[in-house]
């Protein structure tokens, strides 16, 4: 985040040369985004229209919010992505260049957020179940609207406050990105990096620990066998993030302290360009780990596909005794 992108718009110095990569690099995001609008698609009308998700009710409707970022980002994010890739360049024109810049920092903030609210969330209903028990769909919707309001901090701040045009297209990730050439931005990208990357990153690797610990605990002093459904649909959730953003964070922490790796360098270009890529499993995770994880929504699919007859019968109540 503190690197110029400007410095990466030479499409000779910093572009694709071999096509075949780049196709297959275009190929990959075209898969993540049918892969998004199918898979995240299907959640939302399981769990609007159908009901299919027997968990509590903040949770089902965080798990929708995720859904609507996910679409979101894949079509706002990841098509253009593809398109440039294929085109070998930016041909969408200026205002969405400057446009998608903006809602890239936006809507992949939310996906961070909303996975962070997920974590803590879980966590509550664990360590205070008879609380949690009376929260309503209406106490989930706005939590996740507290995480969608600060997710505008990095657009805000950008276009309001430092410079609105300060915007390029990046040869080395095929993106719009903001050029970060202003001097502000040597204290104060570090300082939003860790007030919205690295503080929310290890808010849910540690929300995600204590809520192993907590329901561990909960179900020996209980002396009998926790349900466990929403706990490993909330962590799996969580640890398939975790990888997804792992080697994008690796790539952060060290290139401050690689200052003599040249620009063209293999680890400032194609393991950066392999890390964006890490960054789109977490798009089209969620299809799998629900079907997987939520028994009532497993049953549901297998119903649609025609491998079941009968489906549980749709309710209204979403406060299910199920942790």
Same mark, same amino acid.
């Given at each position: 985040?503190?690197?110029?992108?400007?410095?990466?718009?030479?499409?000779?110095?910093?572009?694709?040369?071999?096509?075949?990569?780049?196709?297959?690099?275009?190929?990959?995001?075209?898969?993540?985004?049918?892969?998004?609008?199918?898979?995240?698609?299907?959640?939302?009308?399981?769990?609007?229209?159908?009901?299919?998700?027997?968990?509590?009710?903040?949770?089902?409707?965080?798990?929708?919010?995720?859904?609507?970022?996910?679409?979101?980002?894949?079509?706002?994010?990841?098509?253009?992505?593809?398109?440039?890739?294929?085109?070998?360049?930016?041909?969408?024109?200026?205002?969405?260049?400057?446009?998608?810049?903006?809602?890239?920092?936006?809507?992949?903030?939310?996906?961070?957020?909303?996975?962070?609210?997920?974590?803590?969330?879980?966590?509550?209903?664990?360590?205070?179940?008879?609380?949690?028990?009376?929260?309503?769909?209406?106490?989930?919707?706005?939590?996740?609207?507290?995480?969608?309001?600060?997710?505008?901090?990095?657009?805000?701040?950008?276009?309001?406050?430092?410079?609105?045009?300060?915007?390029?297209?990046?040869?080395?990730?095929?993106?719009?990105?903001?050029?970060?050439?202003?001097?502000?931005?040597?204290?104060?990208?570090?300082?939003?990096?860790?007030?919205?990357?690295?503080?929310?990153?290890?808010?849910?690797?540690?929300?995600?620990? %204590?809520?192993?610990?907590?329901?561990?605990?909960?179900?020996?002093?209980?002396?009998?066998?926790? %349900?466990?459904?929403?706990?490993?649909?909330?962590?799996?959730?969580?640890?398939?993030?975790?990888?997804?953003?792992?080697?994008?964070?690796?790539?952060?922490?060290?290139?401050?302290?690689?200052?003599?790796?040249?620009?063209?360098?293999?680890?400032?270009?194609?393991?950066?360009?392999?890390?964006?890529?890490?960054?789109?499993?977490?798009?089209?995770?969620?299809?799998?780990?629900?079907?997987?994880?939520?028994?009532?929504?497993?049953?549901?699919?297998?119903?649609?596909?025609?491998?079941?007859?009968?489906?549980?019968?749709?309710?209204?109540?979403?406060?299910?005794?199920?942790?």
């Amino acid at each position: 985040m503190t690197t110029s992108s400007a410095q990466f718009s030479n499409q000779t110095l910093y572009g694709i040369k071999s096509g075949p990569v780049r196709y297959l690099w275009g190929g990959y995001f075209f898969f993540v985004l049918l892969s998004s609008l199918i898979g995240d698609s299907i959640i939302l009308i399981a769990s609007i229209k159908y009901r299919a998700f027997k968990l509590h009710k903040v949770i089902v409707v965080i798990i929708q919010h995720i859904a609507v970022c996910d679409l979101i980002v894949s079509v706002t994010y990841i098509a253009p992505r593809m398109i440039s890739l294929f085109a070998d360049g930016w041909i969408l024109g200026d205002s969405l260049c400057y446009t998608y810049a903006y809602i890239k920092y936006f809507f992949n903030q939310a996906g961070i957020l909303l996975i962070c609210t997920m974590t803590t969330t879980k966590l509550f209903m664990v360590k205070y179940p008879l609380r949690s028990r009376t929260w309503s769909a209406k106490r989930g919707k706005l939590i996740c609207s507290i995480a969608w309001i600060l997710s505008l901090m990095l657009p805000i701040v950008s276009s309001v406050i430092i410079d609105a045009s300060d915007i390029a297209f990046d040869y080395k990730s095929y993106t719009c990105d903001f050029g970060f050439t202003a001097e502000i931005w040597n204290w104060l990208a570090p300082a939003l990096t860790a007030a919205f990357s690295v503080l929310p990153n290890c808010l849910v690797l540690a929300t995600t620990v %204590k809520l192993l610990i907590e329901a561990k605990g909960l179900a020996g002093r209980q002396r009998q066998s926790l %349900k466990w459904q929403g706990i490993v649909t909330t962590v799996a959730t969580s640890i398939v993030y975790g990888i997804s953003v792992l080697p994008y964070a690796v790539y952060r922490i060290l290139v401050p302290v690689m200052p003599s790796a040249q620009p063209g360098s293999f680890f400032k270009i194609h393991y950066y360009r392999v890390s964006l890529s890490f960054l789109s499993l977490n798009t089209i995770s969620n299809i799998y780990i629900y079907s997987l994880t939520v028994s009532s929504f497993r049953k549901f699919l297998r119903s649609k596909l025609g491998l079941s007859t009968r489906m549980p019968p749709a309710t209204t109540d979403g406060n299910y005794s199920s942790l």
